[in-house]
C-alpha cells in the first residue's frame, strides 16, 4: 500500500524554523518528483516547492524562495522542507505529493495528476 506521512508541523513565532518531513512508503521515491503544497483556510491550494527525481533540481515559489529549502534523503525515502524565517502567511497545511505524474516547474513550481499520492497533510502555524 502506497503511503505518503508528512510530519514537522507545529506552532511557532515569526522568525523561527521547522523542518517538514514526507516518509514514503510502499514505493520508492527515487526517480519520482515530489512536491509540496500548502493551503491556508479560505486560500487555493499553493504549490510551494519541488524537486526533481533525476538531477535533483529544486524549484521555490517566489513567496518561499530564500526562505524554504527542499531536499530529499533517498536512503530513507523521505523529502524535507526546511522553512526558516517563518512569517504569520506561511500558516496552512501543507502537504506533500509524489508519483508519476508530478512534475516540477520555473512558473507554477509543481503540477500533479488525479492518480498521484498525497499525504494527509501537516498544520503549521505562524504566531506570535
Known amino acids: 500500500q ?6 514537522g508541523g507545529g506552532l ?3 522568525g523561527d524554523s521547522l523542518r517538514l518531513s514526507c516518509a514514503a512508503s510502499g514505493f ?14 479560505g486560500k487555493e491550494r499553493e504549490g510551494v516547492s519541488c524537486i526533481m527525481g533525476s538531477a535533483g533540481s529544486t ?5 518561499v524562495k530564500g526562505r524554504f529549502t527542499i531536499s530529499r534523503d533517498n536512503a ?10 517563518l512569517q504569520p502567511e506561511d500558516t ?17 513550481v509543481v503540477t500533479y495528476t488525479p ?4 499525504g494527509q497533510g501537516t498544520q503549521v502555524t505562524v504566531s506570535s
Request: glycine share 6%; net charge negative; proline share 3%.
Open 115 to 118: 492518480s498521484d499520492y498525497w
Open 76 to 85: 530513507k525515502n523521505t523529502v524535507y522542507l526546511q522553512m526558516n524565517s
Open 59 to 63: 524549484y521555490y515559489a517566489d513567496s
Open 28 to 41: 520508492t521515491l527515487d526517480y519520482y518528483a515530489i512536491g509540496w503544497f500548502r493551503q491556508a483556510p
Open 12 to 14: 511557532v513565532q515569526p
Open 92 to 108: 496552512a497545511v501543507y502537504y506533500c505529493t509524489a508519483g508519476s505524474g508530478v512534475w516540477c516547474h520555473t512558473k507554477v
Open 2 to 7: 502506497v503511503q505518503l506521512v508528512e510530519s
